[in-house]
């Protein structure tokens, strides 16, 4: 297998910092893959990963890249007029988080396309919680462009008298969404995002709730929050019945003993380390 393996992140393309999909689909898999770096500018790699950066008007590397290449997909980009088709086109192979994703990607190519899950380091996550008493706080967390997901929950949240934690970029205001916002005001936390102590912040509610969305992306999304509430101990629910079932200390519990073994062996990120390497010798060996 090449030893000499490049990532170009969508966090570097665009300048930005702290982007959640880099950090589990690139920073995550780099800390236990020595081969492979993050890609500087000039560097001629054997294996360029394209991680969300896609062929453009202005931008033609993806097409003309002397490597083997592979464009690592997290979301439905098209949806906002990438230029998706042109850029699978010069690819030698696509990777994706989802099954539904990759039906998609393979309407539109015959080159190998993958799923590969978000994964997690698992030494960046305290020990599971252990749950006592009533549930008190239910937490929310995201881009807060996504949090008109709470639009309906908020109203079962403030009926059940419990309070609402969202950790989030930007403040979504999500007591505005209750029955009685001015009064609601008072069980409802806003937490800035912040990468060191989110884990931490999400583990001190009782239970997660992440309600489901109904745009035509969503079915395509992973289940990575899901999966980091279920490693840090907290139950998820996804609507009013699932909450009412997750109230008592010995309820919780009992969620989170039923997955936390399964999720731990399923979205340990050196699995993801592993398929993407045999991406790698399968693209080789048939090349």
């Not at 202005?58 to 998706?84: H, Q, R």
């Not at 396309?113 to 009533?134: A, M, N, W, Y």
Request: glycine share 4%.
């Amino acid at each position: 297998m090449s030893n000499d393996i490049k990532f170009l992140t969508f966090e570097a393309f665009h300048a930005k910092s702290n982007v959640g999909s880099t950090k589990i689909r690139v920073h995550n898999l780099l800390k236990y893959w020595d081969e492979a770096g993050l890609y500087k500018y000039g560097e001629k790699p054997e294996v360029l990963i394209f991680q969300k950066v896609y062929v453009s008007k202005d931008y033609k590397v993806p097409v003309t890249f002397p490597a083997v290449k592979i464009l690592d997909i997290c979301d439905p980009d098209w949806f906002e007029g990438v230029p998706i088709k042109e850029t699978v086109d010069a690819m030698d192979a696509i990777t994706c988080p989802t099954e539904p994703l990759a039906e998609f990607i393979r309407q539109l190519t015959d080159k190998p396309v993958r799923v590969i899950k978000d994964r997690f380091d698992l030494t960046e996550f305290p020990s599971c919680k252990i749950h006592r008493g009533q549930a008190k706080t239910v937490v929310w967390f995201g881009y807060h462009h996504n949090a008109s997901a709470l639009k309906l929950a908020v109203q079962s949240i403030e009926r059940r008298g419990l309070r609402l934690k969202v950790i989030a970029d930007q403040d979504p205001f999500a007591s505005r969404w209750a029955f009685k916002p001015k009064e609601f005001e008072s069980k409802y936390e806003f937490v800035k995002y912040q990468p060191d102590t989110a884990y931490l912040e999400i583990q001190k509610a009782d239970i997660c709730v992440l309600p489901k969305m109904n745009r035509p992306q969503d079915k395509f999304k992973s289940e990575n929050k899901t999966v980091i509430a279920q490693l840090l101990g907290l139950p998820v629910a996804v609507n009013a019945e699932e909450l009412d079932q997750l109230m008592t200390a010995e309820q919780r519990n009992k969620a989170v003993d039923t997955v936390y073994d399964i999720v731990k062996k399923e979205y340990d990120v050196n699995k993801s380390v592993q398929q993407m390497k045999g991406l790698i010798d399968e693209i080789e060996f048939n090349g």
